[in-house]
């Protein structure tokens, strides 16, 4: 059986990678947590993902020197099963998607998943900022120069929601002598990474996609691909989370993009402000953020926990 385990290293902000064959599946995530305690002690680094049996698990922190093997062993199933989960969604909404005597109900413009209304990205990264300063030893950097933002946005060849914009003003990603996970499975970019891994999506999905069809889409639109319009803010390994700026009544919603699947999940949403206020109502009353994450603090590390039942 196959295993793999990547941790992510924040001096070069790109994962290290470990496999290996084993009997069985208890072995394997065995290895697995032998394997990414040693790339999390050497590299400095905290979080990995994690393959097993073609099956993968993602922001496993390995960093975590409270846990024993077993309840790191513990995490690392727990982390599988919630792709899994997601994966069974998938293929359930397709499944329906393909079924002719119901069609799946055309979704009403303006509809994301979570209801949240927009709000103001200052105010809810202030309440953020100050969780974080009475329960996080390491915080973010300041935020980027107005300059910067414009720089980065004209070099995106695409108009930036004022939203976007706004973000960047409070917090330019996660500094690597401070990295920690600001959301449950993505990494907070800085400018740089929001232009570097956009032309890298954009490069790989042109070889695999038709331009031509996607000539008058809607923020919000499944798209089957990566468009232009895409400015991811935050991602790990091939998944993201971007701002949509094509025009509509969704522009400037906030969708997740997949390596698989891809923008088929549609908009979570309706804006960042919508989406920093849940994330800042999660981190005020150590409820849940998108359904499933719990955040509690680990050695004045936050720390998120998969609930399978939310």
Known sequence: ????????????????????EAPDRE?????????????????????GNVV??????????????SLTDEQMAERVQAAID?????????????AEWTEPAAPPPAREPGTTKFSTPAGDVGQ???RIAQWLNSHQTNQPAAGAELDAI???????????????????RHVNGIPVDSWFPLFPSHILFDLEQVIDEREVELEVWSQLSDEAEQGDSNAGDSAGTWLPEFIPFAGLDGNFLFVDSRPGP??????????VGADDRGPQWISLSAMLADLADALDTSGTFAEVWRPSI?????????????
């Open 298 to 310: 680990v050695n004045s590390q936050l720390e998120w926990t998969y609930e399978a039942n939310g």
């Open 27 to 47: 072995a394997a995530i065995r290895s697995i947590v032998d394997n990414g305690r040693a790339l999390a002690q050497e590299l400095e680094g905290k979080f």
């Open 1 to 20: 059986m196959e295993w793999h385990v990547s941790v992510f290293n924040p001096a070069t902000k790109r994962s290290q990678l470990r496999s290996g």
């Open 124 to 126: 809810q990264w202030s």
């Open 150 to 168: 414009a720089d980065a946005e004209a070099r995106s060849g695409v108009t930036w929601p004022t939203e976007l914009c706004e973000l960047f």
């Open 250 to 259: 969704l522009h400037g919603c906030v969708s997740e993009f997949e390596k």
């Open 52 to 65: 097993v049996n073609e099956q993968p698990g993602n922001m496993v922190n390995f960093g975590d020197t």
């Open 82 to 94: 919630y792709e899994q989960q997601r994966t069974a969604e998938r293929e359930r909404k397709a």
